[in-house]
């Protein structure tokens, strides 16, 4: 579906970097300039009657994105705990400059009403919505804080009570991505899960473009408020619980690697992808790293200079070959450019259109680099246009 209701379900969609009008606009913009696109709100492919709180939540209750570099994309899924009980696919094509929503709410649910059973907060922890109209679950199954017990989400009573192909809206962090190797964008775990946002779910599921169909995947090991990017090969690194966990998800298997370095609560995440190294950036002042090719996975904080004031709240972070640079973005036109050799960022102040205050719960991967086209992409409300940013030919 493009800018209408509807979702296109089971429509073929292989890949491929298609042209499109973008292409005239960024050839048309100087080096180092932002430009607005226009007509480009997310909330016009919003599940109808619409409601704007719970649309707006998809991006603003600290939610973030994943990029479909296949396919020149930016996705986004989000909103959870009360604030939003969306669980919509939503895609940004670069290309025609058009929002798509591929997915549609469970049965019963509209743009503005929930059915009681979605908001029976016991199989939250099962990470699903219902399949049925009410739930019948004993008492013995249930934690002491009133959730079904993780281990029993799998237990076919109570699985068949829920619907794989509907997600249970979740406030996203970073435990979202995308992975080159099968085409798919991955929730890898969820907490702040609608209604209550008082519990969490190791539930993995990878969302098929070309089937238009959620995939299940292995299970998270840890549930946390985590932060993720993709390796050149399209492994998922996946960052918890002080640990480092690796997701291949062709094989379908999680790795877990030595547990050094910190919690990422409000961190963004990017892969240097010629030296394979993971970069994860809060405050900017310093940087945590891994050296995903050494067999320890060598966990290091990186002191930094240059920044006159914290990229933090949760900074969209992504890493250009082209540049070889990590480029943090705190909102506004500023960013930060970050040479990881040296320790080093340069901060600079994008002309042309001012893309505004970043989303109130940070941006995380709603900011992401375009391999394709070579630019970078924003999103920060889905009542505002989304925002590219040309960088210069040059890493200043």
């Given at each position: 579906m493009d800018g209408g209701d509807g979702a296109d379900s089971g429509v073929p969609d292989a890949g491929g970097v298609e042209p499109g009008p973008i292409d005239a606009i960024i050839a048309a913009m100087p080096e180092g300039s932002w430009k607005e696109l226009p007509n480009t709100q997310m909330a016009d492919v919003c599940p109808q009657p619409y409601s704007s709180y719970p649309c707006e939540a998809v991006m603003i209750a600290w939610s973030g994105g994943a990029y479909d570099s296949?396919?020149?994309?930016?996705?986004?899924?989000?909103g959870g705990h009360d604030d939003s009980p969306y669980n919509n696919v939503f895609t940004f094509d670069l290309a025609s400059m058009m929002w798509k929503r591929?997915?549609?709410l469970p049965s019963g649910m509209t743009g503005n009403s929930v059915t009681p059973v979605m908001r029976d907060k016991r199989v939250e922890s099962c990470g699903l919505y219902p399949s049925v109209t009410s739930l019948d679950i004993p008492d013995a199954g249930l934690g002491s804080t009133g959730y079904v017990r993780s281990e029993l989400c799998e237990d076919t009573s109570i699985r068949s009570q829920l619907d794989?192909?509907?997600p249970r809206s979740a406030h996203t962090y970073g435990n979202i991505a995308f992975s080159e190797a099968t085409g798919r964008f991955y929730v890898l775990g969820s907490v702040g899960t609608y209604p209550s946002g008082q519990t969490g779910s190791q539930l993995v599921l990878g969302f098929d473009f070309a089937t238009a169909r959620w995939v299940r995947g292995a299970n998270n090991p840890v549930i946390d408020y985590g932060a993720s990017a993709a390796d050149a090969r399209g492994h998922l690194w996946y960052i918890g619980s002080r640990k480092l966990h690796e997701y291949d998800p062709v094989a379908d298997t999680w790795t877990a690697h030595a547990p050094n370095g910190e919690g990422y609560y409000y961190a963004g995440a990017a892969v240097d992808t010629k030296r394979n190294v993971l970069a994860l950036v809060r405050e900017g002042a310093t940087v945590s790293t891994y050296a995903l090719s050494a067999p320890g996975k060598t966990h290091a904080t990186v002191a930094t200079t240059g920044l006159s004031s914290p990229v933090g709240g949760a900074p969209g972070l992504a890493y250009s070959p082209v540049l070889d640079r990590f480029v943090a973005y705190p909102g506004g036109r500023r960013l930060a450019i970050l040479d990881l050799q040296t320790?080093?960022?340069v901060e600079v102040t994008g002309t042309g259109d001012d893309p505004g205050?970043?989303?109130?719960n940070g941006t995380y991967g709603r900011f992401r680099y375009s391999p394709a086209r070579n630019v970078f992409v924003v999103a920060n409300s889905t009542r505002r246009n989304v925002f590219i940013w040309k960088p210069p030919t040059v890493a200043p």
């Open positions: 296949l396919r020149d994309r930016l996705v986004v899924w989000g591929w997915t549609e794989v192909q509907q320790g080093k960022w205050p970043p989303a109130s």
